[in-house]
């Protein structure tokens, strides 16, 4: 009998020497079925380092992590118990106030910030496993790999892994609807475009700044065919048209039901944002350089990588539309003159600069270009994790500040408090206080106080005749702004006794508070 022995096909890559170890341990009828799993070891590991860079990081609640949840907590309120919201946040939040911070105040309810923080780690390590998704499926696994690899060492994503707002939740939307719509695509299928249109439009609900990469996620899922035969090219074009379709009509309801005047927010919080109304000193230049120093090598490697995609495998709308997105954010920003939250926006931009720095771990089998790449991760790591820490130590741990408050609310529960910034601490007493406890000068314009006699007053002239009038028991000021500079001097001959001072650590500088009363 003649045994005739087939040649391997060559078109299938061969098993990596490290699959086949991890494989050998197993029973040999079992080996085959189990490569589909242990090939996905190394996301697997992937994901973890992003784990552990993002719960590395600790500190009190931020100011807007503290407001996110605070108001949430607030529309609650409103919404069962009748509770009067005093203002509307739907003027000062750049995204619904019914969406994100109704769902913070539900997690915070259940298991306090870090609960709701842990959302956004979840989310975060959802939107590295998209970037997975689609990456490999323009360049393989491989690539898909090292794109994973890329947004996952990266500082702002491990800072945005702990923080507890809206950013996190719509990044991840924008990526699983990117990872969505180039599956529908490529498998002809028009039964997810739907969903990718409803992704858009929570995302843009969440935060209104993901409207900028509405029309990216759809000319990706619109390029993400080769342009060979009509109907492949057709089908993507109707992915793209009806998630369009379906996110244009979501957005119009919301906006005709619910979210009348969210829309009014989001014209005063994003489309008519100019820079004007923030005092900042950096310059169109100085914002490219606070970028670069964010995430440069991120930057410098997705070029390159968009170089690699036109020059060699003849991408050029993908490469284009994946690169202006990449920098999107950062030029956006430049151009209006305003460096607010830029450490989170990059991280966007990560998203589409991913998949470019995946095409550069496509061939790698020469062992000069192995150490180059290897260069690259053990760079990209330190930067990333020192860039983080930078972030997340940047603002003062108010947990001492809070812990010398707690006895003030003690002896007298039903204290009226003025400080600066007061969102954390009144976010750490949310269950044991009222809203008119709390009142700020920062800023001092929306400082309000109506006297026994006399025509309501506000601002700084509002501060000085409440602060006579012993109106606010607890005072605590740090100094950060021109207000508080202004009244504390005024103080003790307002009959106010200094009687805590509290320094609070931050990476760049002790913040000390000075907490008064008056004992009247």
């Known amino acids: 009998m003649t045994t005739t ?3 391997p096909d060559a078109t299938t890559p061969p ?23 242990i ?9 973890l380092i992003q784990l552990g860079m993002s719960l590395r990081l600790s500190n009190s609640a931020y100011r807007d992590e503290a407001l996110y949840i605070w108001t949430g907590h607030r529309m609650f309120q409103h919404w069962f118990d009748g509770a009067v919201l005093y203002d509307n946040p739907s003027q000062y939040f750049s995204g619904s106030p019914s969406v994100y911070p109704a769902l913070a105040a539900l997690l915070d309810s259940a298991g306090g910030l870090e609960t709701v923080r842990a959302l956004s780690v979840v989310c975060m390590l959802s939107a590295t496993f998209s970037i997975y998704c689609f990456t490999h499926r323009f360049w393989g696994h491989r690539a898909g790999l090292a794109a994973a690899l890329a947004f996952a060492l990266a500082g702002p994503t491990h800072h945005l892994g702990r923080f507890a707002t809206f950013d996190a939740m719509a990044l991840a939307l924008l990526a699983g609807a990117c990872a969505l719509g180039v599956r529908s695509a490529q498998n002809r299928s028009l039964r997810w475009a739907p969903l990718v249109g409803a992704m858009l439009a929570l995302a843009v609900m969440t935060k209104y700044a993901a409207l900028m990469f509405v029309p990216v996620v759809l000319a990706v899922t619109f390029l993400s065919v080769t342009w060979r035969g009509t109907a492949r090219r057709l089908h993507a074009k109707n992915v793209a048209l009806v998630a369009l379709a379906t996110t244009a009509g979501l957005l119009a309801l919301f906006v ?14 994003t489309s008519g944002r100019s820079g004007t109304s923030i005092v900042l000193p950096d310059s169109p230049w ?3 350089v606070r970028a670069a120093g964010f995430a440069g090598p991120w930057f410098v490697l997705a070029f390159v990588g968009a170089v690699v995609a036109i020059v060699r495998f003849r991408r050029y709308g993908l490469a284009v539309v994946l690169l202006a997105a990449a920098v999107a954010p950062v030029a956006y920003q430049a151009l209006i003159g305003e460096a607010v939250s830029i450490e989170k926006h990059i991280d966007f931009g990560l998203v589409f600069a991913a998949p470019l720095i995946g095409v550069l771990a496509m061939r790698t089998a020469q062992p000069w270009r192995k150490f180059v790449m290897l260069g690259a991760v053990v760079t990209l790591l330190i930067s990333g994790a020192a860039t983080s820490a930078r972030i997340y130590d940047g603002w003062s741990n108010t947990r001492a500040l809070t812990d010398t408050l707690e006895y003030k609310f003690r002896a007298a529960p039903y204290i009226r408090t003025l400080g600066e910034p007061f969102e954390p601490v009144r976010y750490a007493f949310n269950a044991s206080t009222e809203y008119w406890q709390w009142a700020t000068t920062d800023p001092v314009q929306a400082l309000y106080y ?7 007053l506000r601002g700084l002239d509002a501060a000085r005749a409440g602060l006579s009038d012993g109106y606010w028991q ?22 106010y006794t200094l009687t805590d001072t509290v320094p609070l ?12 009363q008056r004992f009247q």
């Open 5 to 7: 022995l087939s040649a």
């Open 15 to 37: 098993t990596p020497t490290w699959q086949l170890a991890v494989g050998s341990f197993l029973p040999p009828e079992k080996r085959s079925a189990a490569q589909r799993w």
């Open 39 to 47: 090939r996905r070891v190394p996301l697997t590991v992937v994901l």
């Open 256 to 269: 005709a039901t619910v979210g009348a005047e969210d829309y009014a927010g989001f014209r005063s919080t």
């Open 286 to 288: 100085g914002i490219v």
């Open 450 to 456: 109506e006297p026994a006699e006399g025509p309501a």
């Open 474 to 495: 607890v005072v605590y000021f740090n100094g950060s702004t021109g207000a508080s500079q202004e009244l504390e001097p005024l103080l003790a001959g307002f009959g």
């Open 505 to 516: 650590i931050s990476k760049d500088k002790v913040d000390v508070y000075r907490i008064w």
